[in-house]
């Protein structure tokens, strides 16, 4: 997993009343409309994921627009991001089973996608719980199941701004765990 310390400018926008109440600081407010801001987006192409905000620099000026009664900060902050690779060994969970394979999440990523033709000697079984069995032994992958896998791919898929990640478990020490 490749970790990215990114830094962006951002504005703060914070209605004056929340300010006068004394309810919070200003500069927790702050941190946590970056927190949500940085969290809520989904993904970029070149830096990955937001894991974390790690640090906002000193606010030296303040905007107050008497119309709207809001307060406006311009902010420079820096947040962790991480990005998959392609090769890299990951443990996820499965959140799905289908016919053809598994979609597993593994921290952010929530679009894994484990073919049933990447798990050799697995075998799909329609049951109350639906899982793929492996034949000869008592090994078996159901929803829940965490499972240490290889990034076979990534791809970015542009029209939903997320990232598709393809992964086998072939090789030495790969599948449940």
């Given at each position: 997993m490749v970790f990215f310390e990114i830094e962006?400018?951002?504005?703060?926008?914070?209605?004056?009343?929340?300010?006068?109440?004394?309810?919070?600081?200003?500069?927790?407010?702050?941190?946590l409309d970056l927190?949500?801001?940085?969290?809520?987006?989904?993904?970029?192409?070149?830096?990955?994921?937001?894991?974390?905000?790690?640090?906002i620099s000193p606010i030296s000026t303040m905007?107050?627009?008497h119309v709207s009664d809001q307060v406006l900060f311009p902010i420079t902050f820096s947040y962790t991001a991480m990005k998959p690779c392609k090769g890299e060994i990951l443990i996820g969970?499965?959140?799905?089973?289908?016919q053809n394979g598994i979609i597993l999440q593994s921290g952010?990523?929530?679009?894994i996608f484990l073919s049933k033709i990447r798990m050799k000697d697995y075998?799909?079984?329609?049951?109350?719980?639906?899982?793929f069995?492996?034949?000869?032994?008592?090994?078996?992958?159901?929803?829940?199941t965490k499972v240490r896998f290889r990034v076979?791919?990534?791809?970015?898929?542009?029209s939903k701004e997320e990232f598709n990640i393809m992964a086998t478990i072939l090789g030495d020490y790969f599948g449940p765990i």
């Open positions: 962006r400018n951002a504005e703060v926008v914070i209605p004056f009343h929340v300010i006068i109440s004394g309810a919070h600081t200003h500069k927790d407010i702050i941190f927190h949500h801001k940085s969290t809520s987006e989904k993904t970029s192409k070149e830096n990955g994921y937001c894991v974390a905000v790690t640090g905007q107050i627009d969970t499965i959140i799905e089973i289908k952010p990523m929530k679009n075998e799909f079984r329609r049951s109350n719980e639906p899982m069995l492996k034949v000869n032994e008592l090994s078996y992958m159901k929803k829940g076979l791919s990534v791809r970015w898929i542009r």
